[in-house]
């Protein structure tokens, strides 16, 4: 496997991570943030932020597939 593919994986991994590993981590009901309990606002703001970690995973993909051509 190549550098960059491989730290692209972990990079995919993430967000996966954090919506399920994490999930007991921040189960609390306090602090209410924009309205909603943490664990909801945990889970919202992860579905919102994950195509951030996917667009530079594809790029870095990318790269290293066109190095080895």
């Known amino acids: ?36 309990p943490f664990l909801l606002f945990w889970i919202l703001s992860w579905v919102i932020l994950t195509p951030a970690p996917v667009i530079i995973f594809l790029i870095i993909y990318d790269s290293a597939r066109f190095e080895i051509d």
């Open 1 to 36: 496997m190549q550098k960059g593919t491989k730290y692209a994986l972990i990079l995919g991994t993430i967000p996966f991570i954090t919506l399920v590993f994490a999930l007991p981590l921040v189960n609390r009901i306090e602090p209410i943030i924009l309205g909603l």
